[in-house]
């Protein structure tokens, strides 16, 4: 079963504009919360995370926003630039050891 | 440089033919991990490792082995490749604590079993 899922394969926004990339979660348990951004041919890098003390957090362009009694957090990118055009993951964890991914989200950024 | 480093980076391979894809980081990292990318399916861990000689299986172990005997190298190994096991994979490390601290991926080597 998927503990984590991003339900939008895909999502096109023009440049300038926000971007909304959001994940479900079904494990109560998950207490720690993180987005990695991937590009072809390369890994996966860390984007931003949040605690579930915190209902937000925020760096430069990037917010993450957590809803815990809907176990729902979403990414906001603002402004898009078409360098954030990626591959967007969200992962949860419970505890130290290990992390759950979600199916990622193909973000495109048009000019 | 910081990184971490996989190789081979391609391999297609046969059903049956054992194979073993290294892996090794220069950060001092006590956490390490594989992980397989699949279409619809996201990342998906396959072992970790909290230390040397300290692994324990992930999601998704069936087929997989590795081994832990020093800090910087973490290889996965297939004993009996199967087709099922053509994928993406990722190793990734992180300072302590797989589920807390900023995991750093290697590049990925793409696997395909005939």
């Known amino acids: 079963d998927q503990q984590v899922k991003q339900n939008s394969p895909s999502l096109s926004v023009q440049e300038g504009r926000i971007s909304i990339l959001n994940c479900d979660y079904t494990n109560s348990m998950f207490d720690y919360f993180l987005w990695y951004k991937k590009y072809p041919a390369e890994g996966p890098t860390f984007l931003i995370s949040?605690?579930?003390?915190?209902d937000k957090n925020e760096d430069g362009r990037f917010t993450v926003f957590l809803n815990k009694s809907a176990k729902h957090l979403s990414l906001h990118i603002v402004p898009s630039q078409p360098g954030d055009s990626a591959v967007y993951f969200c992962a949860a964890s419970r505890g130290a050891q290990k992390l759950v991914f979600g199916q990622g989200t193909r973000l495109t950024i048009n000019p | 440089e910081a990184q971490v480093t996989q190789n081979p980076r391609y391999l297609i391979t046969v059903t049956g033919k054992k194979l073993t894809v290294t892996c090794s980081q220069n950060m001092n990292h006590e956490y390490m991990s594989w992980y397989r990318q699949d279409p619809g399916l996201g990342l998906r861990q396959i072992y970790y490792?909290?230390?040397?000689?300290?692994?324990d299986k992930g999601d998704v172990p069936e087929g997989y082995k590795v081994s832990r005997k020093e800090k910087r190298n973490f290889p996965l190994i297939l004993e009996s490749p199967s087709p099922n096991q053509t994928s993406l994979y990722f190793c990734?490390?992180?300072?302590?604590?797989?589920?807390?601290?900023?995991?750093?991926f290697g590049p990925g080597t793409r696997l395909t079993v005939l």
């Open positions: 949040i605690s579930s003390i915190k």
């Open positions: 990734a490390s992180s300072g302590t604590s797989g589920g807390r601290d900023e995991q750093f």
């Open positions: 490792s909290m230390n040397v000689e300290v692994t």
